[in-house]
């Protein structure tokens, strides 16, 4: 079992943003960027592209509002898109708001946001769905 499904589960706490029968999205603790949110299938499946088609064309209509949400929650010039996942194995999609395309680069030092910010994002942006 992943930490993927342990989070989907409420076995570890989240700050959600959004859930429905095949996708949970959730705050990223770690983010590169107020707002950087995962999206991911609530079946266990370690690359994305072995996502059956179902949900690999679902994946982008879940995303779509959210991305919504972070655009008018924080200022950018767009949402990126980012699938890496190989830190865990459970396909995941990263919703980061930026300004340049730097903005989506891993090596760089992640956010240390209190969990009061991470309570008013999620507010604000579940605000905005």
Known sequence: ????????????PSYKIAESEKFYAFLDIFPLQKGH??????IEVDKIFEVPDA???????FAKPIANAIAASFPCNRVGMVTVGLEVPHAHLHLIPIAAA?????????????????????SLMISKL
């Open 1 to 12: 079992m992943t930490i993927f499904t342990k989070i989907i589960n409420g076995e570890i």
């Open 37 to 42: 949110t995962l999206i991911v299938p609530k």
């Open 55 to 61: 949900y690999l064309s679902e994946l982008l209509l």
């Open 102 to 122: 730097a903005d989506m680069e891993f090596s760089r030092p992640k956010l240390a946001l209190s969990t009061e910010e991470f309570i008013a994002i999620q």
